[in-house]
């Protein structure tokens, strides 16, 4: 899984992870090792040590995850792909001042709706519903 994730991208110089023991298996720790990454551990038991992620991680499931059912892993990840299109291209984030993180990275802009002209359209299977300009 991990050499999927990292195949055709530069390695990060800095790794975090938790101290869960998956992250202690040798195949994992040799990756670390041949790629020259640092892993850095989180502080045991307290799960605020990374607030950036323990923020998206409650995002997703409390606009999410909390809503739908899924079957099995293949289901998660495609449901999830959807998610994150939806939160990166479609939902604005009042931290970036009302733009989509697309948006920031550089991305066209998207048409406001106006009150009396506009459309519903329909995001994660018809979960999410945004106005668009009709």
Known sequence: MFNKVVTGITPPKYL???NDPLFEYHRWQ???RVLDVDEIKTVP???VSHPFIERLIGSIR???L???FFWNAVDLESKLGEFQHYYNHK?????LGGDTPAEVAGESKTLHAKIDDFRWQKHCRGLLQLP???
Do not use: G, K, Q, T
């Open 91 to 95: 939902r604005v984030h009042a931290s």
């Open 45 to 47: 038991d307290v799960p």
């Open 66 to 68: 909390d809503h739908i």
């Open 62 to 64: 409390r606009e999410y």
């Open 132 to 134: 668009i300009a009709a």
């Open 30 to 32: 040799a990756n670390l």
């Open 16 to 18: 975090s992870s938790d």
